[in-house]
Every structure is written in structure tokens, then in C-alpha cells.
């Protein structure tokens, strides 16, 4: 595997391979008990936020937007996981409204995605053992303050500015 700062780890449940060069499957054991196949546009997303890791993550701070780039980390069970400080506003804003939303760009501006959902502070302990296991460096940059935050997904889409090129869009059941 190339450097951290490269190459983020794609943890995909359910599913027998990776789906791209840079992508490594764990057990489905990362995704606790129940866990089914993603579904093929999660997996399609997760592919593009690994060759575009910068993320934009949207909260709301009471009635105002708060944008900000985080570092794409993870998929699991089909749920973009995001690790940061219970001290943060980022993470207080979560707590507080879990309604968010992530876009993402290619390098070239020719595509794009967005991922609403509602964020959940992750309490299964084989799930955060396991990401800490795959992705110590959180765990060692937070410490005790540590709170992994699965995204479900709301709804979700893949776009292209190409001229001719549908979007790809789903809306799940919340």
C-alpha cells in the first residue's frame, strides 16, 4: 500500500473484491452484525472519493451553513465514516444536527458528487476497534477525544458537465 497521505483505505462490506486499484477490502466483521452487499452506486461513489479524497462536508451551526474540507477515510456498511474530536465544532454540530451533506469534485471538474445524510456517532466497539486497527492515525491524533461518525446515505448522486452524460442519483430509505 502507498503512504497514508495518498492512499485512503476503502472498507467495503459485502462485497468479494476491490473495486479499484487503490481500494482494500476488509472483513464484512468491520460492518457488525447484518451487514448486506452496498449497493453498486455507493460503491461507485466510494471509488471516486478515493481518487478525490478532499471532501467538502456541510453542517449547520444553529441557522448558519458551515462548509469545510475533511479527508475522505473510509466506507463502511455503505456509510462514509468521518473521524474527528468530540471537541470540535464539526463534531458538536453533528451531535447537534445530522442532517449533512458532502460534495466532492474530480481534479479536472468534469464530474462531481454529493452524499446527504444523517451522521451517527459510532458505538460498536468491533467497528471502531477494527478502524483503529486499519487507521491508527486518528485514534493517535484525538485521543480520548475520538468519535468516529458513520453518514448514512439519504440521497446521493454522481454528475458529469459532460454534455450527454446522465446523472446517477438514488434515494434511500431513511
Given at each position: 500500500m502507498k503512504t497514508w497521505g495518498m492512499?485512503?483505505?476503502?472498507?467495503?462490506?459485502g462485497v468479494g473484491a476491490a473495486h479499484s486499484e487503490t481500494a482494500r477490502v476488509l472483513p464484512t466483521s468491520i460492518c457488525g452484525d447484518g451487514a448486506q452487499a452496498?449497493?453498486?452506486?455507493?460503491i461507485e461513489l466510494a471509488d471516486f472519493f478515493e481518487h478525490n479524497p478532499v471532501i467538502y462536508l456541510a453542517t449547520m451551526d444553529g441557522t448558519r451553513p458551515c462548509v469545510r474540507p475533511v479527508r475522505y477515510s473510509a466506507m463502511?456498511?455503505?456509510?462514509i465514516a468521518i473521524a474527528t474530536s468530540v471537541k470540535k465544532g464539526m463534531s458538536r454540530q453533528m451531535?447537534?444536527?445530522?442532517?449533512?451533506?458532502i460534495s466532492v469534485a474530480s481534479a479536472d471538474g468534469k464530474h462531481y458528487a454529493r452524499y446527504a445524510g444523517r451522521a451517527v456517532a459510532c458505538k460498536d466497539a468491533k467497528i471502531l476497534a477494527d478502524?483503529?486497527?486499519a487507521q491508527p492515525k486518528f485514534k493517535?491524533?484525538?485521543g480520548a477525544d475520538f468519535v468516529l461518525y458513520l453518514i448514512e446515505p439519504v440521497n446521493v448522486g454522481l454528475f458529469?458537465?459532460?454534455?450527454?452524460v446522465e446523472p446517477k442519483t438514488k434515494k434511500f430509505a431513511n
Amino acid at each position: 500500500m502507498k503512504t497514508w497521505g495518498m492512499i485512503f483505505l476503502l472498507l467495503v462490506c459485502g462485497v468479494g473484491a476491490a473495486h479499484s486499484e487503490t481500494a482494500r477490502v476488509l472483513p464484512t466483521s468491520i460492518c457488525g452484525d447484518g451487514a448486506q452487499a452496498l449497493d453498486p452506486l455507493l460503491i461507485e461513489l466510494a471509488d471516486f472519493f478515493e481518487h478525490n479524497p478532499v471532501i467538502y462536508l456541510a453542517t449547520m451551526d444553529g441557522t448558519r451553513p458551515c462548509v469545510r474540507p475533511v479527508r475522505y477515510s473510509a466506507m463502511i456498511g455503505g456509510k462514509i465514516a468521518i473521524a474527528t474530536s468530540v471537541k470540535k465544532g464539526m463534531s458538536r454540530q453533528m451531535a447537534a444536527n445530522p442532517n449533512v451533506e458532502i460534495s466532492v469534485a474530480s481534479a479536472d471538474g468534469k464530474h462531481y458528487a454529493r452524499y446527504a445524510g444523517r451522521a451517527v456517532a459510532c458505538k460498536d466497539a468491533k467497528i471502531l476497534a477494527d478502524f483503529d486497527s486499519a487507521q491508527p492515525k486518528f485514534k493517535k491524533m484525538f485521543g480520548a477525544d475520538f468519535v468516529l461518525y458513520l453518514i448514512e446515505p439519504v440521497n446521493v448522486g454522481l454528475f458529469s458537465n459532460t454534455k450527454g452524460v446522465e446523472p446517477k442519483t438514488k434515494k434511500f430509505a431513511n
